[in-house]
């Protein structure tokens, strides 16, 4: 009777298993170090510039666009994520390094009827091992 009853359970315990999904895979970080040059065109989706960063997205191409405000040792950066089916399908960051006053892009492809959602940001690497996120959380897709 033991081993019906632990066989049972064993069965059970396999079913749920394959049926039930556990916890989500951890998702890598995509680190870009956007392109130096040009701005984002009329048609890109800007956040509310903070003082040290501003970015952009252009829809139409997939691009990042994130303008460096200040004159300091740190670079701007959007910290982005992107949904598909309401559950998150991959994150990353694109930095501009290449100082003040210089918008940067980078250049992704993200699916159409995905959401976009993403935190305006600095680092200063040679402060900081993270960098410093923006609350607002900008919708920029979807």
């Known amino acids: ?14 079913t749920i298993g394959v049926v039930v999904p556990g916890t989500a895979l951890a998702l890598d970080l995509e680190t870009d170090y956007a392109k130096l040059g040009g701005s984002p065109p009329a048609s890109a989706h800007c956040a509310e510039p903070e003082h040290k960063v501003q970015v952009c997205f252009e829809r139409g191409g997939d691009v990042w666009w994130v303008l460096d405000r200040d004159a300091d040792s740190a670079s701007a950066l959007i910290d982005w994520r992107n949904y598909r089916d309401d559950r ?3 994150v990353g960051v694109c930095i501009n390094t290449h100082g003040a006053g210089t918008w940067a892009s ?6 159409e009827d995905s959401e976009l959602k993403g ?6 690497r040679n402060k900081e091992d993270s ?4 609350l607002q959380d900008w919708r920029f897709q979807g």
Do not use: F, S
């Not at 009777?1 to 396999?14: D, E, Q, Y």
């Not at 980078?106 to 699916?111: L, V």
């Open 119 to 124: 935190h305006q940001a600095y680092w200063d």
């Open 88 to 90: 998150l399908y991959r």
């Open 131 to 134: 960098w410093t996120i923006y």
């Open 1 to 14: 009777m033991r081993r019906l009853v632990l066989a049972l359970t064993m069965a059970v315990a396999a």
């Open 106 to 111: 980078c250049n992704k492809n993200y699916y």
